[in-house]
């Protein structure tokens, strides 16, 4: 008789589902990301994200400026990550150009690119500790993070904005003092990110947090168009620089770093991790090699005055901190782009979120997004 009541007293309860705004300002989104979360008490049941918070019309921007005056848009979709941006989009319209690159500037370029790599792995290792209740490695992380930005606060004038790679070469020629301080940075970010990772990767918490958290499967990557540091902690051994090198990489000698599993299950939170750590190791190895063979020479190749390019379209993409980014540019033979439009892994790894959340606890979705690492400037362009 009590069991028929009981049963009838919890038919008679209406239940709903609860719903939550994480965001736009919030820690754990990394930017302004709101993210619509429905929930059943702890559990993720439906996770939508809404974009364009940071939305500044940069593709339609890019139709208006001369190729030159383009850069310093790029810039600020990935402002963790300038020089990459800059690269990408001055690859194509040196390609369009048939623009020759002297060689000093090529290694410039690459150990630019290398140190943006690794602050970005730092800013992604100390914000994601944060994320997870550890506050101190945010510090170590910022602290190695600014020996890099006074470089090239020297190169280019600016501390996170450099407009420092320019259509022909580079802005400013790297002096052998610099050069120098470089080469100490490897030695010293080498030995800290050893302590670094004992400190938070080997941590019983952060690989509870984290193991077995956020699962990317290969086939699912693949489906989303994932890349990067998300695709490779998925066990894909895909990275630009090595698969299709642009710029002098295929000089260098480094290995791509794959998730494996070690903690949890491949593609888990702790994978993502452990990539993006273990890729400053290769970045450092990468600088290294760049140091040795860096010779005299000019910085800048032979561009004209007013730039035009020929009629027609290209296709470029580089390996950026947070995966590849492509540049379509369209030409109808005047000093302004037809078209520039813009292909954002940030966007793809957002996309992810919907299915990645669904079923997760709450605590575990924040770990979740703090893994894909993502930047709304080059989500929202």
Known sequence: MEDNTLKQEQEALHTDLLTVNMGPQHPATHGVLRVEIKTDSEIVVEATPYLGYLHRCMEKHSENLDYRGIIPFTDRMDYLGAMGMEWGY???VEKMLGTEVP??????RIIVAELQRIASHLMYFGTYAIDLGAFTPFLYAFQDREQILRIFEELSGARLLYNYIWIGGVWND???DQLRRIDQFCTTMEESMKKYHDLVGMNAIFRNRTANVGIVTPEMAYEYGATGAVLRGSGVEWDLRKKKPYGYYDKFD?????GKGEMGTVGDCWDRYYVRVFEIFESIKILRQALDGI????VMGKVPKIIKLPKGEIYTKT??????LGYHIVSDGGKTPYRVKVKSSCFTHTSMLPELGKGQMIADFVATIGSIDIVLGEVDR
Request: net charge negative; proline share 7%; aromatic share 8%.
């Open 295 to 298: 010779e005299a020479g000019p």
């Open 254 to 258: 480094f290995d791509v770093v794959t």
């Open 319 to 324: 390996e950026c901190p947070r995966g590849e």
């Open 103 to 108: 060689e000093r500037a090529e290694y410039i």
């Open 174 to 176: 790297i002096n052998d």
């Open 90 to 92: 001055v690859h194509g």
